[in-house]
């Protein structure tokens, strides 16, 4: 038997190294820093007020105004970037506004542009559920099942409305097939050449996006998302879709939710030589925060705990709703 008692010279132990504060800092291998961080926003159109997210305490639908404040907030705070989400005023089955070039997300992206210019990286999330009458994240066949190619029309259309507003990234998140190079094609053909693609590439159909469904109003009208959204016990699909959406032409690649698919994030890490987003999603955000009203858990030690697991899987780039919050925290 080996002993690691003190009298056994030589014999690594693993608590040498962990007896200061400034031993555990030397030798974390794993370290936040506020440009890892990229913070969703929601815009709504023809509301006066920020509106407070019930199931998600501390998130907001900003007005423009209140908008264009947050995104300062964020750039002082050093983040990466934001990832911006509009509600429309109004929904239509083929979701015109989200092409619409006086459409909540087009206008705010105009103006986050010219606040901000190049000081954080403006991402333009590219999905149709927030602005259909339907809710689903494309056009759907009178049948009501999400058509997937003309739905890459509307995308193409999107896209370039995104770019052409100052979105420095287009992300699309609807997970309809071909997506990428439908979207690829169009910013090419727009002269978006520079524009880059973030693919929402491995993006399951999860429970965790309940409170999303609040904030940003797009709950489907019937059906699930299960027959586009993957299915959560797929671990080698997402390593298929992902190099799928790389060879269509994605520049970076995300996995959706993040805390329950740590796996997929280091497989797809691991298998990957671009850069690599994990969103740790509206529900992971709601977990935390519900126990921590309760007196559960701790929870700033939480909140970077769950970045710190997030990035030690392997993501690059953590889309959380606390990365102004976590930004702070870090320089304290
Ligand atoms: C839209 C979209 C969703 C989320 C991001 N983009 C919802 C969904 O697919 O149902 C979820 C984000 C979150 O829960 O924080 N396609």
């Known amino acids: 038997m080996i002993s690691v008692g003190g009298a056994n010279p030589g014999f690594a132990r693993g608590r040498r190294l962990r007896s200061t504060p400034a031993l555990r800092r030397l030798t974390a291998q794993t370290r936040l820093a506020p440009a890892d961080f990229v913070l969703p926003v929601f815009v709504k159109q023809g509301i006066d007020e920020p509106v407070a997210i019930s199931s998600m305490p501390g998130v907001v639908?900003?007005?423009?105004?209140?908008?264009?404040?947050?995104?300062?907030?964020?750039?002082?705070?050093?983040?990466?970037?934001?990832?911006?989400?509009?509600?429309?005023?109004?929904?239509?089955?083929?979701?015109?506004?989200?092409?619409?070039?006086?459409?909540?997300?087009?206008?705010?992206?105009?103006?986050?542009?010219?606040d901000l210019g190049d000081e954080l990286v403006l991402m333009a999330d590219l999905c149709l559920c927030e602005y259909t009458d339907h809710g689903h994240c494309g056009v759907v066949t009178p049948a009501g099942v999400v058509d997937n190619d003309p739905?890459?029309?509307?995308?193409?259309?999107v896209a370039v409305a995104?770019?052409?507003?100052?979105?420095?990234?287009?992300?699309?998140?609807?997970?309809?097939?071909?997506?990428?190079?439908?979207?690829?094609?169009?910013?090419?053909?727009?002269?978006?050449?520079?524009?880059?693609?973030?693919?929402?590439?491995?993006?399951?159909?999860?429970?965790?996006?309940?409170?999303?469904?609040?904030?940003?109003?797009g709950a489907p009208q019937f059906g699930d998302r299960s027959t586009y959204q993957m299915d959560p016990p797929n671990a080698d699909e997402a390593l298929r879709e992902?190099?799928?959406?790389?060879?269509?032409?994605?520049?970076?690649?995300?996995?959706?939710?993040?805390?329950?698919?740590?796996?997929?994030?280091?497989?797809?890490?691991?298998a990957v030589h671009v850069p690599v987003s994990a969103y740790q999603v509206s529900g992971e955000y709601a977990m935390v925060e519900a126990a921590a009203a309760n007196g559960?858990?701790?929870?700033?030690?939480?909140?970077?705990?769950?970045?710190?697991?997030?990035?030690?899987a392997g993501a690059g780039t953590v889309l959380t709703y606390w990365a102004v919050e976590a930004a702070r925290l870090l320089r304290r």
Do not use: C
Request: hydrophobic letters at 50%; charged letters at 20%.
């Open 61 to 114: 639908q900003h007005t423009l105004d209140s908008l264009r404040k947050a995104a300062h907030e964020a750039a002082d705070a050093g983040i990466g970037g934001l990832m911006l989400f509009g509600i429309p005023g109004e929904k239509d089955a083929v979701g015109s506004q989200a092409d619409a070039a006086d459409g909540i997300v087009n206008v705010a992206l105009r103006q986050l542009r010219s």
């Open 151 to 157: 739905t890459l029309d509307r995308y193409a259309a």
């Open 162 to 217: 995104q770019a052409q507003a100052g979105a420095h990234v287009i992300a699309p998140s609807g997970m309809m097939d071909g997506q990428v190079a439908a979207i690829r094609a169009a910013l090419d053909g727009a002269a978006y050449t520079e524009t880059p693609v973030l693919a929402y590439a491995a993006k399951y159909a999860s429970g965790f996006y309940g409170p999303f469904r609040e904030a940003a109003e």
């Open 242 to 270: 992902v190099a799928q959406d790389l060879a269509e032409g994605a520049d970076a690649v995300m996995v959706k939710p993040a805390l329950p698919y740590l796996d997929i994030i280091t497989r797809v890490a691991d």
């Open 296 to 312: 559960w858990v701790d929870r700033e030690r939480a909140i970077l705990e769950t970045l710190t697991a997030i990035r030690r």
